[in-house]
T-cell receptor, first 112, second 118 residues
């Protein structure tokens, strides 16, 4: 299976702290994306990093990609209570480019 | 308009009922997707449509029947479901290449339909 694994499964931090989530995947990819899901709602795209990129920033988000280790991390700086959600990485494989594989997800709780 | 809408928001049905879930987007996307998500699990791909043609069926039971009547609409017809089919059903869309294969870019998700099968 190409599906990624994420850790930690759950993360609880205080507002203002940084949150780091990690994602590992199994096969070669064209890009890796991070999505956020508020409880019982649809997924919202956060950021995409291509296989030839190593780091990308978007506002308070920083994503890294290490294709040699088949892993990615998402850092949320200066977290807010509104960041409380589940975060999923998603990969789109080179050979099966129209199938998304979602990681198992990290449930982030930011305490005010 | 970057919105994908889904109706209904909630649905309760018996195992003998027939119902349909609807999804609509007006972003000009020609790839549309159905996902199933159980509680505390990631979304699982069910079907992919590209230019209104079914391109992927992830071995989904025939009690789920997708339909793409035009480039903006995607339906999922439900018949004789089982209680284990209770889940959040998510629709998504994305751009496609000129060759018709979905681009490897962002998928836009609807808010989902929460389905309960009794």
């Amino acid at each position: 299976s190409q599906q990624g694994e994420e850790d930690p499964q759950a993360l609880s931090i205080q507002e203002g702290e940084n949150a780091t989530m990690n994602c590992s995947y199994k096969t070669s990819i064209n890009n890796l994306q991070w999505y956020r899901q508020n409880s019982g709602r649809g997924l919202v795209h956060l950021i995409l990093i291509r296989s030839n990129e190593r780091e990308k920033h978007s506002g308070r988000l920083r994503v890294t990609l290490d294709t040699s280790k088949k892993s990615s991390s998402l850092l949320i700086t200066a977290s807010r209570a509104a960041d409380t959600a589940s975060y999923f990485c998603a990969t789109l494989g080179r050979n099966n480019f129209n199938k998304f594989y979602f990681g198992s997800g990290t449930k982030l709780n930011v305490k005010p | 308009d970057t919105e994908v809408t889904q109706t209904p928001k909630h649905l309760v049905m018996g195992m003998t009922n027939k119902k349909s879930l609807k999804c609509e987007q007006h972003m000009g996307h020609r790839a549309m997707y159905w996902y199933k998500q159980k509680a505390k699990k990631p979304p699982e791909l069910m079907f992919v449509y590209s230019y209104e043609k079914l391109s992927i069926n992830e071995s989904v039971p025939s009690r789920f029947s997708p339909e793409c009547p035009n480039s903006s609409l995607l339906n999922l017809h439900l018949h004789a479901l089982q209680p284990e089919d209770s889940a959040l059903y998510l629709c998504a869309s994305s751009q496609t290449t000129l060759a018709g294969a979905p681009r490897q870019e962002t998928q836009y998700f609807g808010p989902g339909t929460r389905l309960l099968v009794l």
